[in-house]
């Protein structure tokens, strides 16, 4: 079965960070671009940072371009997203994707990927 299975949400102040992963099940994500897309509450999802293995290019969008770092460990077969200075309208609900059939740009743009997990929530407040 093929699943991506996010964690590392929860309640964090403004200013603080958090780290979120994404460890691929039942496939190897070693050839696969990467995204993170979080839904703001109201909104659709975003596509805001994402990589592409196949020339090590990253895309981020403008809102999170400083904070926000994309990684991937092929040895954990993990994609993960470090958030820093938070701030409450970061408040969302974080999905991973991954596609082998796009580039990671292409991901962020259209917001279609292959495999999508189920979401951890990430909430900003004092």
């Known amino acids: 079965q093929v699943q991506l299975v996010e964690s590392g949400g929860g309640l964090v102040q403004p200013g603080g960070s958090l780290g979120l992963s994404c460890p691929a099940l039942?496939?190897?994500?070693?050839?696969?671009?990467e995204a993170w897309f979080p839904r703001a509450p109201g909104k659709e999802r975003e596509g805001v940072s994402c990589?592409?293995?196949?020339?090590?290019?990253?895309y981020y969008a403008n809102s999170v371009k400083g904070r926000f770092t994309i990684s991937t460990d092929n040895a954990k077969n993990t994609v993960y997203l470090q958030i820093n200075s938070l701030k409450p309208e970061d408040t969302a609900v974080y999905y991973c994707?991954?596609?082998?059939?796009?580039?990671?740009?292409?991901?962020?743009?259209?917001?279609?990927?292959?495999?999508w997990g189920q979401g951890t929530q990430v909430t900003v407040s004092s």
């Open positions: 990589f592409s293995k196949y020339d090590s290019s990253t």
């Open positions: 994707a991954a596609d082998r059939l796009t580039t990671g740009q292409r991901m962020c743009h259209t917001g279609r990927a292959a495999y």
């Open positions: 039942g496939f190897t994500l070693d050839y696969y671009p």
